[in-house]
């Protein structure tokens, strides 16, 4: 049964570094790409650095500001680290066990 890859990948949601590598490793196809808004360190949810890599984690394009706004967004909900209103108990998001 072999996965499903990918031309493009991207997140509306910040995620951590070896989240974004273990996507662009795992499920995209060869120059595959991988847009998403990823912390500037593990576990901070409060700035991220809006990022495309490719299928080896290589960065071919990063911004700090998309125009006029900082790269701020919604952390991802299911890490345990995740911080602000966005997350666990105030979002109702539950882990699977």
Do not use: H
Request: glycine share 6%.
């Amino acid at each position: 049964n072999k996965q499903q890859k990918y031309d493009v990948i991207a997140f509306n949601f910040a995620v951590n570094p070896n989240k974004a590598l273990m996507f662009s490793k795992e499920l995209l196809k060869e120059n595959g790409a991988l847009l998403a808004p990823i912390n500037v360190q593990t576990d901070y949810w409060m700035r991220q650095v809006y990022t495309l890599i490719d299928t080896n984690g290589k960065i071919l394009w990063s911004a700090n500001e998309v125009g006029a706004w900082s790269v701020l967004f919604q952390p991802d909900v299911t890490q345990d680290t995740c911080q602000g209103i966005w997350c666990s108990p105030y979002n109702g998001f539950k882990k699977l066990k």
